[in-house]
């Protein structure tokens, strides 16, 4: 069996390989090649998303931030005033 290898400057080369091992290479280019093509369906282009609105929204605030720490040290302090029973 005859596998063609292209490389990157253009030129292919023909190799002769026994038919196991031919095989092997066309079905790891089969793989090779659904694997491509279905992460092109799923790809996700910046050009079109809105840079405005949830796709990239970050729900914390300076102000929720420092909301949470409060009430954080809030909780720690009443835990701290509990017995050792309670």
């Known amino acids: 069996m005859k596998i063609k290898y ?19 290479i066309v ?15 799923h790809c996700y282009s910046l050009d079109s998303a809105q840079f405005e609105g949830m796709d990239f929204a970050d729900e914390g605030t300076p102000e929720t931030a420092m909301e949470q720490k409060l009430e954080y ?14």
């Open 6 to 24: 292209e490389f990157a400057d253009g030129t292919v080369s023909e190799v002769e390989v026994e038919e196991s091992v031919g095989a092997v």
């Open 27 to 41: 079905e790891s280019r089969r793989k090779e090649d659904n694997l491509s093509r279905k992460e092109r369906y």
């Open 73 to 86: 040290e809030r909780t720690a302090r009443a835990l701290d005033s509990l017995s050792e029973v309670q």
